[in-house]
């Protein structure tokens, strides 16, 4: 036999150890994780972002004894449901402050997906309302407050706070958010969706084009993606009115104004195909509102318009443009109506809207700056390049995302009377120039809701939920493209008493729900897109 050198000896002897002690431990196997309390999650020092846990607290809500979340600006959430609530603060610099909250339900109730939202604006809030309607469909879910309190407005003078506001409030929300779940259920989620509107629909685009592993799907209503397209429209918007004297259009004048344009052009052939008191593009429609002007024949006396009204309306309408004809403003096709477009309270010392702040601080770094001397043919194209590359997600190409099989939804109302509908249409028109029909449709949807306002409202269907059709998409390989019964989101609006209650199919654009001839129209089943 062949000695063996001492060497060799103490190899086999480790290798014979290790096998011992393996077969002891069952294998070698790691333990599984354990999932841990809800107030364990205090202690924990987190991998994946500097987080200072302030709460982590069972809340034992239920239909008989609800519980009601704070109201940081953004409107509060009465949940009735158990689940574990976390709340702390994410530091990226010394500067940060990017609070958040994470409300997962009970192990019994967790689908094992994860959701994140954001609030809209330009204000900071917790968007409780969004961060329980995804708890209660069954998801860990996710918000953040922009990482700024709602009551600071000269936040953008912190170039950390406005990275954070433009993108990093989102993404290290996500990967805490994601964290703390994984430690709470002791697994991972298995999907993850983003879903938001406004500003908060740009934090879902701008995941996609910065942080493409964050979400397999993403949600964004009425984006504000293109950051400074969309303050310039409002900014057009507002000073079209107050920069002239006699300008300003009361509220009461502008809803007349909204009823002539659809007396014109509501069910009008060639323009809008049914009588329903929504138009399906009010693009078609081309009512002049010079008509309502005071003194001409086809206006009334009682509800006219002055000459600088005329002007001012139509200015936001058609949009700005430089001197030399160059577009830097997008108009509001049937914008002039709504809760959002500016009117007499909008005053040069109180300007409305994200825009002011925008320009003040993040562009120009001076609170008291006068807006009457506002340049179209300079300040449009010096804010782009000065702050574009942190606030605007207007790249066109998201082939990363697609190619990871992540799946996007967007949409707007047509009657959107803050983000001017024609910027999600630009957008959708830019994505498909530059990365091709066919791919845009392998991962991406926009729907145009009719009649419908910011986010919401209106005289449209403008109620209705996308995650489930965004999962089908995700997990199933089920489009919503809006062909037959198990593919077609729905839209709905409750009676009031102005009007009916009514469902509607969504229609990814450029399709539109058209009448099948037969039937109530307030029912959905009675129409096709065509």
Same mark, same amino acid.
């Given at each position: 036999?062949?000695?063996?050198?001492?060497?060799?000896?103490?190899?086999?002897?480790?290798?014979?150890?290790?096998?011992?002690?393996?077969?002891?431990?069952?294998?070698?196997?790691?333990?599984?994780?354990?999932?841990?309390?809800?107030?364990?999650?205090?202690?924990?020092?987190?991998?994946?972002?500097?987080?200072?846990?302030?709460?982590?607290?069972?809340?034992?809500?239920?239909?008989?004894?609800?519980?009601?979340?704070?109201?940081?600006?953004?409107?509060?959430?009465?949940?009735?449901?158990?689940?574990? @609530? /976390?709340?702390?603060?994410?530091?990226?610099?010394?500067?940060?402050?990017?609070?958040?909250?994470?409300?997962?339900?009970?192990?019994?109730?967790?689908?094992?997906?994860?959701?994140?939202?954001?609030?809209?604006?330009?204000?900071?809030?917790?968007?409780?309302?969004?961060?329980?309607?995804?708890?209660?469909?069954?998801?860990?879910?996710?918000?953040?407050?922009?990482?700024?309190?709602?009551?600071?407005?000269?936040?953008?003078?912190?170039?950390?706070?406005?990275? %954070?506001?433009?993108? @990093?409030?989102?993404?290290?929300?996500?990967? /805490?958010?994601?964290?703390?779940? +994984?430690?709470?259920?002791?697994?991972?989620?298995?999907?993850?969706?983003?879903?938001?509107?406004?500003?908060?629909?740009?934090?879902?685009?701008?995941?996609?084009?910065?942080?493409?592993?964050?979400?397999?799907?993403?949600?964004?209503?009425?984006?504000?993606? %293109?950051?400074?397209?969309?303050?310039?429209?409002?900014?057009?918007?507002?000073?079209?009115?107050?920069?002239?004297?006699?300008?300003? *259009?009361?509220?009461?004048?502008? #809803?007349?104004?909204?009823?002539?344009?659809?007396?014109?052009?509501?069910?009008?052939?060639?323009?809008?195909?049914?009588?329903?008191?929504?138009?399906?593009?009010?693009?078609?429609?081309?009512?002049?509102?010079?008509?309502?002007?005071?003194?001409?024949?086809?206006?009334?006396?009682?509800?006219?318009?002055?000459? !600088?009204? /005329?002007?001012?309306?139509?200015?936001?309408? &058609?949009?700005?443009?430089?001197?030399?004809?160059?577009?830097?403003?997008?108009?509001?096709?049937?914008?002039? &109506?709504? /809760?959002?477009?500016?009117?007499?309270?909008?005053?040069?010392?109180?300007?409305?809207?994200?825009?002011?702040?925008?320009?003040?601080?993040? *562009?120009?770094?001076?609170?008291?700056?006068?807006? @009457? &001397?506002?340049?179209?043919?300079? %300040? *449009?194209?010096?804010?782009?390049?000065?702050?574009?590359?942190?606030?605007?997600?207007?790249?066109?190409?998201?082939?990363?995302?697609?190619?990871?099989? +992540?799946?996007?939804?967007?949409?707007?109302?047509?009657?959107?009377?803050?983000?001017?509908?024609?910027?999600?249409?630009?957008?959708?028109?830019?994505?498909?120039?530059?990365?091709?029909?066919?791919?845009?449709?392998?991962?991406?949807?926009?729907?145009?809701?009719? +009649?419908?306002?910011?986010?919401?409202?209106?005289?449209?269907?403008?109620?209705?939920?996308?995650?489930?059709?965004?999962?089908?998409? *995700?997990?199933?390989?089920? #489009?919503?493209?809006?062909?037959?019964?198990?593919?077609?989101?729905?839209?709905?609006?409750? #009676?009031?008493?102005?009007?009916?209650?009514?469902?509607? !199919?969504?229609?990814?654009?450029?399709?539109?729900?058209?009448?099948?001839?037969?039937?109530?129209?307030? %029912?959905?089943?009675?129409?096709?897109?065509?």
């Amino acid at each position: 036999m062949r000695k063996l050198s001492g060497k060799r000896l103490g190899l086999v002897a480790v290798t014979l150890g290790s096998m011992i002690l393996s077969g002891c431990s069952g294998g070698g196997d790691p333990p599984a994780p354990t999932a841990m309390k809800c107030s364990d999650l205090s202690t924990l020092t987190l991998a994946s972002a500097p987080t200072t846990i302030t709460t982590a607290e069972q809340i034992d809500a239920s239909t008989t004894q609800p519980w009601t979340s704070p109201n940081g600006g953004g409107g509060s959430a009465t949940v009735t449901q158990p689940f574990c @609530r /976390v709340a702390g603060s994410i530091k990226p610099s010394a500067a940060s402050d990017i609070q958040f909250e994470l409300w997962m339900p009970l192990a019994t109730g967790w689908n094992s997906k994860f959701a994140g939202t954001a609030s809209g604006g330009s204000a900071g809030y917790i968007a409780y309302p969004s961060v329980s309607a995804h708890l209660t469909m069954g998801y860990a879910s996710v918000g953040h407050n922009n990482g700024h309190p709602a009551t600071q407005v000269d936040w953008a003078l912190s170039p950390d706070r406005k990275l %954070d506001f433009a993108s @990093r409030a989102m993404h290290l929300s996500t990967l /805490v958010g994601k964290e703390l779940t +994984g430690k709470y259920y002791a697994a991972s989620p298995k999907q993850a969706y983003y879903n938001g509107c406004s500003q908060s629909g740009h934090h879902g685009i701008m995941e996609m084009q910065r942080y493409q592993e964050d979400y397999d799907g993403i949600i964004a209503g009425a984006p504000a993606n %293109d950051w400074t397209g969309t303050l310039a429209a409002e900014a057009n918007a507002a000073l079209a009115q107050y920069n002239t004297p006699g300008a300003s *259009v009361p509220r009461a004048l502008q #809803a007349v104004v909204r009823s002539n344009i659809m007396a014109a052009c509501d069910g009008r052939a060639g323009i809008d195909h049914l009588l329903d008191g929504v138009l399906d593009d009010p693009r078609r429609c081309t009512y002049d509102i010079a008509t309502m002007q005071c003194g001409a024949t086809t206006a009334d006396p009682a509800a006219c318009l002055t000459a !600088p009204q /005329v002007t001012a309306l139509k200015t936001a309408q &058609n949009g700005r443009r430089k001197s030399t004809g160059e577009v830097v403003a997008l108009g509001y096709p049937d914008g002039i &109506n709504g /809760v959002y477009f500016p009117s007499t309270t909008t005053t040069p010392d109180a300007p409305q809207g994200s825009w002011a702040n925008h320009w003040r601080y993040a *562009v120009l770094g001076n609170p008291t700056y006068d807006f @009457r &001397n506002f340049n179209w043919d300079t %300040d *449009v194209d010096f804010a782009r390049a000065k702050e574009g590359a942190i606030y605007d997600a207007i790249n066109g190409d998201y082939s990363s995302f697609a190619t990871r099989g +992540g799946k996007f939804l967007m949409y707007h109302g047509w009657a959107d009377s803050l983000i001017p509908p024609s910027l999600s249409i630009d957008f959708w028109s830019r994505m498909r120039s530059q990365m091709g029909g066919q791919k845009v449709d392998s991962f991406a949807r926009l729907f145009m809701v009719p +009649g419908m306002d910011h986010c919401g409202g209106g005289s449209g269907t403008s109620t209705f939920e996308l995650m489930t059709a965004l999962s089908n998409w *995700v997990e199933k390989g089920v #489009a919503p493209d809006s062909t037959g019964a198990t593919n077609t989101p729905i839209a709905s609006r409750a #009676a009031s008493a102005i009007q009916t209650a009514r469902t509607r !199919p969504l229609c990814p654009f450029p399709k539109e729900a058209k009448y099948k001839g037969s039937g109530n129209i307030d %029912d959905a089943a009675n129409f096709s897109c065509n």
